[in-house]
């Protein structure tokens, strides 16, 4: 019971860097492991990042460790997605995902709540 809202998407260029957000309304983004995904035109939707509710432990994806990173403001009721070093390949767009369910990771099928997305283009 909880409803999730990206923003941040944009245009822009190779090397660059962008900010996500996503604010979570009707019960704090505390009580949530928070998971960013994204589906780029034709492919499937992937994991990207998730963090756990308790203690802020983040896992990446192997295709965005070290360039990406994923932090939340709980007083905010808000994570982000901090991502440099942007390539072409990160063109998609980009779900933010929470689940109450502890043990969820980097499966989709874990999250019960979605955003609407927001659309990132990278180009070369």
């Known amino acids: 019971q909880v409803q999730l809202v990206e923003s941040g998407g944009g245009l822009v260029q190779t090397g660059d860097s962008l900010r996500l957000s996503c604010a979570a309304s009707?019960?704090?983004?505390?009580?949530?492991?928070m998971a960013w995904f994204r589906q780029a035109p034709g492919k499937e939707r992937e994991f990207v990042a998730r963090?756990?509710?308790?203690?802020?432990?983040?896992y990446y994806a192997d295709s965005v460790k070290g360039r990406f990173t994923m932090s939340r403001d709980n007083a905010k009721s808000t994570v982000y997605l901090q991502m440099n070093s942007l390539k072409p390949e990160d063109t998609a767009v980009y779900y933010c995902?929470?689940?109450?369910?502890?043990?969820?990771?980097?499966?989709?099928?874990?999250?019960?709540?979605w955003g609407q997305g927001t659309q990132v283009t990278v180009s070369s």
């Open positions: 995902a929470a689940t109450t369910y502890s043990g969820a990771n980097r499966n989709e099928a874990d999250y019960a709540y």
């Open positions: 009707g019960r704090t983004s505390s009580n949530y492991n």
């Open positions: 963090i756990t509710r308790f203690t802020g432990t983040t």
